[in-house]
């Protein structure tokens, strides 16, 4: 760190800019320049939650497949 504050990289500063947490950037560090690259997209990468009950049979998890499947192949339905 300098007088002026951390200097970033360009995958810290994707993360520090889609995140807005200053700390999350910080903590990402690798030697490895696409390691680097893959952890930053984790970090900011968007989840996808299929909300199933815990005791789900076989038919409703096809079916909560199935239904993310079609979301995801219709930007429109989004």
Do not use: H, Y
Not at 30 to 49: F, S, Y
Request: charged content about 35%; overall charge negative.
């Amino acid at each position: 760190m300098s007088e002026d504050g951390p200097w970033l990289n360009v995958p810290q500063a994707v993360v520090l800019e889609a995140t807005r947490d200053i700390n999350l950037a910080l903590d990402l560090t690798e030697d490895d320049p696409v390691l680097l690259v893959i952890k930053a997209n984790q970090r900011i990468a968007l989840r996808t939650v299929i909300p199933l009950e815990e005791d789900a049979d076989d038919e409703q998890r096809r079916d909560a497949f199935r239904r993310l499947r079609e979301v995801k192949s219709c930007p429109a339905r989004r």
